[in-house]
């Protein structure tokens, strides 16, 4: 049989042609599919709308943005200290072996009170000599006595009257050294006798305060020049701040400054300006500025680190309620109310006819706003866009909005 050559030819050329129109329809409908999904990835919702009955559901107010007279501030880093002169060190004016401790790191003690006790033997050798000089002072006293009168009948020598007087005015010295030293000890002389001679002495708190740190430990051998435990009064703490030379003519004496741990933001702090020092710390180019903790102190350690803000002074700026701000991914929003739309994601398709309760609904549009500072209730705002004045904004409620838009990202049919 033969085979037209020109039909065939013709007949593979066709059904070529309709392959390549088809593989090209089927590479234009993935390509729209594509461009579909990426378009509805791209898309963020970000007006929201709420009906009536959700607003007196949930308890949403409205009210406006304000301009309120809030405290302007500056930041400032720095540390809890507390003054010199509510710290001490306890020590003992005479060496010894540690006996016994009584406190431990963190207790509160009382001025007077015992922290410890130590023992050395020549603490009884002090006490013995301090009796045993009572006697001696007598027999000097009869000796000297016994020269006068040899003395007044040009009997006696008057060397002898002189080694005499020099031998009692000696002794009487001794015995008020040997009374001063063992008061110093934490025994009283008049007390001493050969039944009750002590050979430990106690080392007692010079200050009220917490133990902040020990130095010694049972057994261990300390003196004047060895501290046995550190006592500071927490009462007088303040903080030192460091401020930056361009910062320093706004701040004065008498200043409030808002502070918080470095370790535990949540809790805030206050204190005032109480001295504005007059020479750079170092060369950090930084001016130490000290002030007076007040109000609560419960928590606060020397040492600790701090961030602060210094009020200094009032300035009128834009405000909302400290509720009317949502935080989402590290960023802040309000809400206004809008004549846009919410994005539809399809909801209504073409030809399709809203819903009574939608068109009775009030649009909420969400917008970004950095924060300021925060005072009374009020934290001052800075919008990225601008908010027409008069503008209703959600003054509380902003979390249900937030939630409601984020809710409606999705596709609805």
């Not at 729209?32 to 509805?40: D, L």
């Not at 004016?93 to 033997?121: M, W």
């Not at 003395?151 to 040997?178: I, P």
């Not at 409606?408 to 049919?413: I, Q, T, V």
Request: with cysteine; proline share 3%.
């Amino acid at each position: 049989m033969k085979i037209n050559i020109k039909i065939l030819i013709s007949v593979i050329a066709f059904f070529s042609l309709i392959s390549c129109q088809q593989n090209k329809k089927d590479v234009d409908n993935e390509n729209s599919e594509i461009t579909k999904e990426a378009e509805h990835e791209e898309e963020i919702p970000t007006v929201a709308a709420l009906t009536q009955e959700q607003i007196k559901a949930v308890g949403i107010t409205l009210g406006t943005i304000e301009n309120r007279n809030l405290t302007a501030s500056i930041k400032a880093n720095g540390a809890l200290r507390v003054p010199n002169n509510n710290k001490a060190n306890a020590t003992s004016l005479y060496g010894g072996v540690i006996k016994t401790l009584k406190v431990q790191l963190g207790d509160y003690v009382r001025k007077g009170q015992v922290i410890a006790t130590i023992e050395n033997p020549q603490f009884i050798q002090l006490q013995e000599e301090y009796l045993t000089i009572g006697s001696r002072m007598l027999l000097a006293d009869q000796e000297l006595q016994r020269q006068r009168e040899l003395q007044e009948g040009n009997a006696g020598a008057l060397k002898n009257l002189q080694s005499a007087t020099a031998e009692m005015n000696s002794l009487r010295a001794r015995k008020a050294s040997l009374q001063r030293q063992i008061q110093l000890m934490g025994i009283n002389p008049a007390k001493i006798s050969a039944a009750n001679l002590k050979s430990a002495l106690t080392v007692i708190s010079p200050v009220s305060g917490t133990v902040s740190n020990e130095f010694a430990k049972i057994g261990s051998y300390v003196d004047v020049s060895s501290p046995v435990v550190e006592i500071v009064d927490n009462s007088l703490i303040h903080l030192d701040l460091q401020i930056f030379e361009k910062d320093l003519p706004m701040v004065k004496e008498g200043q409030l400054v808002h502070f918080t741990l470095t370790n535990n933001p949540a809790t805030s702090y206050t204190a005032k300006v109480f001295n504005i020092g007059s020479s750079f710390e170092d060369e950090s180019k930084t001016v130490a500025v000290h002030c007076n903790v007040t109000g609560n102190k419960q928590g606060l350690i020397d040492g600790m680190n701090i961030s602060a803000m210094i009020g200094i002074g009032t300035a009128k700026t834009a405000a909302v309620p400290n509720e009317a701000i949502a935080e989402a991914d590290g960023k802040y929003y309000i809400f206004a109310q809008t004549n846009k739309k919410p994005e539809e994601n399809h909801k209504h398709e073409a030809g399709e006819k809203h819903s009574e309760a939608e068109e009775n609904s009030i649009n909420f549009e969400k917008i970004e706003v950095a924060k300021g500072v925060s005072e009374v209730g009020y934290t001052a705002i800075t919008s990225v866009k601008e908010i027409p004045t008069g503008t209703k904004i959600v003054t509380k409620g902003t979390f249900f909005v937030n939630a409601k838009l984020s809710n409606s990202g999705g596709h609805e049919h």
